[in-house]
């Protein structure tokens, strides 16, 4: 057998593509409403605030608001439901999961020296995690496309050569041969061949054309999603204040994600006389990578009114990609009934490439109530179209996710509003978190209602706090061929216990 190679600058574009896709990317840049306990219940309005550890991953200077150096931890219970909707059909599925959710500790400085202008030196770390990926959902639906024309999209172009299976050969090896020499792409196109989904319009070895061996005008669409993972941001942190009216101070962000994302297609009740007929294609993608970032912030004190500022760089990161595929479907020959299982058990493992999460701006303002309570504010815009994927060369499949991305992802903007009110050792609190939708295809924003009390002791406190979020994503099926979208929404209750204590 003669399989027919891409070389030159076909070889390279396909064999340096990552398997990420824009519903990849939507989980990978989402963020929460986690940390501390007390900064949850607040709506995380606490940009102008400081003295609090998850404070620090907002506003750097934040840290020298504390007058003493303190450690903190946070646990919480999530009990999450997901509503899809697809072509009009909804389904829901409930999951209950524990996250230890944040740690950090503050070390303060204080200086007697009257005379230098830095009254207060801190330096902090906090582990936060910005972003939980694990959630389970499923959704039911009828479509008039099929999962044919998935294997069509990629298949258009590639030689019939190429997706054929001769004697000597198994599937892993060509498989695995066609990933390596041809792309991903290619692997689809013979993973379709292979399970009789499609065929070629004629046998000659350098055929490129391929038709539908599924015929239906409804089908029935099921896929079960189940992912796992986090974002996690380790801040370093260096803040004083200056004459006692100025904090000061920046973050060195490093950062990690795991993403397992396990998709479940199933696709049946095709005509009668369509000769393939219940399709079941299964995908595994793991993503993880490692970046870092640099944040700056000041706030300003002004009597009782405080205002902050901080800047976010963008986050860069690189990240692997590795995908586990299999397929199988049924077909009548000769009155029997026959299942085509293809399962290759290979991993692909793509080379590394960059993704650069932009910057953002931050602006606070909150007001003091003669020690008995406090209100606050804040607002933050990120400009998510500005996503970019880059690679160490050139890549078609980069420049088409670049693309996708910036036509499709929005400006995002968070507003949070928060307050306090303290009864001698009792805080009561109240938050209202907004975050707009990031894609342009969205119709409802992100938003959280959050409550929760406190009790002060000397030496330490323990706070509790209570949100409900709602969320909503746009997603696709699957990124080329079969691009029918559903909507995801999410709806999470969150109860958060922090414990600090103060040295």
């Known amino acids: 057998m003669n399989k027919v190679l891409y070389t030159g600058l076909i070889f390279f574009l396909n064999f340096f593509s990552p398997a990420q896709t824009r519903n990849d990317i939507n989980y990978l840049t989402s963020s929460s409403l986690s940390g501390s306990a007390r900064y949850i219940s607040m709506g995380g309005a606490f940009g102008a605030l400081g003295g609090d550890i ?45 996250n230890f959710d944040q740690f950090g500790a503050v070390f303060v400085f204080n200086k007697k020296n009257s005379e230098n202008p830095w009254t207060r030196i801190s330096a902090s770390i906090n582990v936060n995690r910005i972003a939980s990926f694990e959630n389970q959902f499923t959704l039911n639906g009828l479509s008039t496309n099929s999962i044919a024309d998935y294997f069509l999209y990629y298949a258009d172009g590639i030689n019939f050569e190429n997706i054929q299976l001769y004697d000597d050969e198994s599937i892993a090896e060509v498989y695995r041969l066609l990933g390596n020499d041809i792309g991903f792409g290619a692997q689809q196109a013979f993973l379709g061949y292979q399970s009789y989904i499609i065929d070629p319009l004629s046998n000659n070895p350098s055929e490129q054309s391929y038709i539908s061996n599924i015929e239906s005008s409804k089908n029935r669409h099921s896929l079960n999603v189940i992912n796992n993972g986090f974002h996690r941001k380790t801040s370093f942190n260096f803040s004083g204040l200056y004459q006692n ?132 504010v804040e607002y933050s815009s990120q400009n998510l179209s500005n996503i970019y994927l880059s690679d160490e060369g050139t890549s078609s499949y980069l420049d088409e996710i670049n693309l996708d991305v910036n036509n499709v992802f929005s400006p995002v903007n968070t507003f949070k509003v928060g307050g306090e009110y303290r ?61 029918d979208s559903y909507d995801l929404n999410k709806k999470l209750s969150q109860v958060s216990i922090s414990y600090n204590f103060k040295l």
Do not use: C, M
Request: glycine share 6%; no cysteine; charged share 20%.
């Open 54 to 98: 998850s404070a620090i991953i907002d506003n750097p200077a934040g840290s020298s608001v504390f007058l003493n150096t303190e450690i903190g931890g946070t646990v919480n219970y999530n009990n999450i439901n997901y509503e899809t909707v697809y072509f009009g059909n909804k389904s829901n599925r409930e999951s209950e999961l524990f």
């Open 245 to 376: 009216i100025l904090h000061l101070g920046f973050n060195i962000n490093q950062h990690r994600i795991d993403f397992i994302n396990n998709q479940e297609f199933f696709e049946g009740e095709q005509d009668l006389n369509s000769f393939i007929y219940d399709v079941s294609f299964d995908n595994k993608l793991v993503s993880y990578g490692e970046g870092f970032s640099l944040q700056f912030g000041t706030i300003l004190k002004l009597n009782s009114i405080r205002v902050g500022l901080s800047y976010d760089s963008p986050q860069w990161f690189e990240i692997n990609d590795e995908t586990i595929q299999k397929i199988s479907s049924y077909r009548y020959e000769s009155e029997f009934e026959i299942k085509e299982n293809i399962n290759p058990e290979i991993t692909n493992v793509f080379s590394p490439y960059n993704i650069k999460i932009p910057s953002k701006v931050s602006a606070s303002f909150a007001y003091i109530l003669n020690e008995r309570g406090l209100f606050s």
């Open 423 to 483: 009864f001698k050792k009792v805080n009561i609190r109240a938050g209202f978190y907004n975050r707009s939708k990031n894609q342009n295809l969205i119709i409802n924003n992100d938003q959280a209602v959050t409550f929760g009390f406190g009790f002060n002791f000397r030496a330490s406190a323990i706070n509790f706090s209570f949100i409900q979020y709602n969320e909503n994503k746009k997603i696709q099926l699957f990124s080329r061929g079969l691009i």
